[in-house]
């Protein structure tokens, strides 16, 4: 009966070399995190090259991205608004109907580190930044944001298994808006 190797379709052309070691087990990099993606927009195809195949999967974020999102749902999301766990989220909009001060900027930030260290275990924060004069900071959002009154918050946190730091910049406007 005649042997199929296999390996030839996984490793170099040099199988027959002293130094190459043969494997049976393909390794590519899986990705550390994986979220569903928030808009929950429907994968329109799978795989790579000339064919790839037709799927009706959720899109899903994974590693930076999924974590990104994460955060973002948490500071969008009010206190008392999931179901199962009142307690979830940062509610930064109860303080945008208040007149903007010192003082409040610092509840936020007290607040935003609360809600990042109870709900988000894949990162660890380094600096939560909140200013009241948010046109003084470089935020770079479209042209037609216009920044009014408000707090302009930088988040710097460091992924726990990820090596990497990243910032995230939010605009809350007096009235209600957040920009993320």
Not at 6 to 26: D, I
Not at 137 to 145: G, S, V, Y
Request: no cysteine; proline share 4%; charged share 15%.
């Amino acid at each position: 009966m005649a042997t199929i190797d296999l390996n030839n379709l996984f490793l170099p052309k040099k199988v027959n070399s002293n130094q190459t070691v043969v494997s049976n087990q393909v390794q590519g990099k899986a990705p550390v995190y994986v979220d569903l993606h928030l808009d929950l927009d429907i994968e329109k195809n799978i795989g790579l090259g000339n064919n790839p195949k037709n799927s009706s999967d959720i899109l899903v974020d994974t590693d930076i991205n999924a974590v990104k999102n994460s955060i973002r749902n948490i500071f969008t999301t009010r206190k008392g608004q999931k179901l199962l766990d009142p307690n979830f989220g940062a509610s930064l909009e109860q303080y945008l109907f208040e007149p903007v001060s010192q003082s409040r900027a610092q509840i936020i930030g007290n607040d935003i580190n609360y809600a990042i260290i109870n709900y988000e275990p894949r990162i660890e924060v380094i600096k939560v930044y909140v200013q009241t004069n948010p046109s003084s900071l470089n935020f770079n959002f479209t042209t037609d944001q216009q920044l009014g009154a408000g707090y302009g918050i930088i988040l710097v946190y460091q992924f726990k298994d990820i090596p990497q730091q990243n910032i995230l910049k939010i605009m809350a406007q007096i009235g209600g808006q957040i920009i993320i």
